[in-house]
């Protein structure tokens, strides 16, 4: 693609909340991924899209740009309907691992391309790694293959698929940009409709421990990617999950494969069931493979589009018949389904700070303390530890006594300890009452 803009006038132009001539959009992502826009030129432009956002159209184009930027994958073989499920990040955010081979089960692909976590939400990969020999590289034509014999993957996105993206994320996460509605709304859609899936549920975090603290940015966002993925006729739905407390029991690497696994064979806290339960059902309506799936479990009419028959995943995965699936995928990519997981070699516990109810336990806490005491990286290059994290022995809503053990800080290194707890300072709230139950589950956003 021929220089036909001067770089230094686009940032001025969107510097002074101008849009920018579509065929300029084309160009600017095109000559920054292939080095011909420096990265200073580059985090001068995303500051001002902080600022002054992008119109609608510019924003189908950024993400066309970046979608154009590598290869899509096409799924149309596989023989059956296609869906994945994409979360904006959470503490304890382990649904993928139950959903991807409970949405199997009931008879639907998913073809899941994650990343690795960054900060303080984990990544699915980083889970995943920590079951002995799972590998997260699939080249396309096995990950193909274990679609449509599976119907279940998750694995890492090949260097191929959206590298604007690659680049433009690394930029961002050291600049400040990150936070920006169409930004991010452009780089999670602009993978997901690469990965050619033909629906896609966006899982939308909101509150503490979420990118999105506030239900009206986490709607605007909802609302942006729901458009594009409509634009780019991949049928789109976007659920609101609340995000103030962090999901489950656990947060950390293999504690986290060890709930998913306990949750598949039909166990498992009633939020992580709850929202994964929710999620379920809007994919499989979402890939055509049976009627709505009530919320009262009655068993969906099988369908022609999809070769199992469809059951309500409640009953699914309270019956653990999602389970198998799980070794199933686990087994195609290396993993030993039946191996211990590691552990952490030292435990140390807290005290609840007072006796009554858990009303509250602040989930970017968690997710720091997790995070420090090694489950996460800062920079993309660091190694994560499969065995550190925080479990809390206690739901929101129980009682907990003062004195009494609630949550234990596992890791192999005891030197990580003093940050971890500094980061859980103030993180617990006990009440004399019950907390108010607070729905885990929002607003529906569809084209
Ligand atoms: N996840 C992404 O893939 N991109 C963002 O910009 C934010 C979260």
Redesign the pocket.
Known sequence: MSADFDVVDLIRAKRDGRSLPLAAVDWLVDAYTHGRVADEQMSAYLMAVVWRGMSPPELDRWTAAMIASGERLDLAGVGRPTVDKHS??GVGDKVSLVLVPLVAACGVAVPQLS?RGLGHTGGTLDKMESIPGWRADLPVERMRRQLAEVGAVICAAGAGLAPADRRL?AL?DVTGT?ESIP??AS??MS?KIAEGTSALVLDVKVGSGA?MTSLDDARELARTMVGLGAAAGVRTEAVLTRMDHPLGRTAGNALEVAEAVDTLRGGGPRDLVEVTVALARVMIQLAGAGRAVGAGGAPAAPDAGGPRAVRDPAEVLAAGDAYPVWREMVAAQGGDPDAVLPRATHIETVPAPASGYLAHLDARAVGIAAWRLGAGRARKEDAVSATAGVRWRAGIGDRVTAGEPLLEMHTDDPTTLGRALAALAGAVTVTPQPPPPTPLVGDHIRA
Do not use: A
């Open positions: 904006t990040g990343g994320y961002r990150v930004l991010i780089s999670i993978k990118f």
